[in-house]
């Protein structure tokens, strides 16, 4: 699990370095890899992060969320968003739909504010495959 945290930040900060875009929070790669043989695992979080992203752009019509206040409301809404799906709706659904982490999905959602839904999930993509296949191939996966 360590090596696929420290891939993360690392293609993470190459992508942001070099390319411009952010991957979702630098460790969220890392957490998705783990669970590429669970891919609904993996849709759900995305779509969780989706959500809290509109939602995040719906309360900013209300509050003036900027900067750290925009980072709490997606992380407080993923966190809470995440309890209540883990909670109350995992277990009555037969595919496994279970969130992966409480903060991951803030994490991407925070990215996609500054950088939009589409260029986010295609470089969280790209470096959660990165990061399975290099840890594929040293066999720590």
Known sequence: MQISVVLSVILGFLSSEFLGL?????????YLS????????????????????FLVKLLDQFVFLYGRRRFMACI???????????????????VDLR?????????????????GVLKTLLV???????VFLSCLGIGSV
């Open 124 to 130: 969280v993509m790209i470096i959660t495959v990165l």
């Open 76 to 94: 407080l809404l993923s966190v809470v968003l995440s309890w209540v799906l883990t909670r109350f709706i995992g277990s009555y659904i037969a």
């Open 34 to 53: 783990l669970y590429v043989t669970s891919p609904w695992r993996i849709v759900a979080t995305l779509v969780l992060a989706v959500i809290i992203h």
């Open 22 to 30: 952010a991957s979702g929070g630098l460790i969220s790669a890392g």
């Open 99 to 115: 969130i992966i982490g409480y903060l991951i999905p803030g994490l991407i959602a925070n990215d996609m504010q500054r950088q």
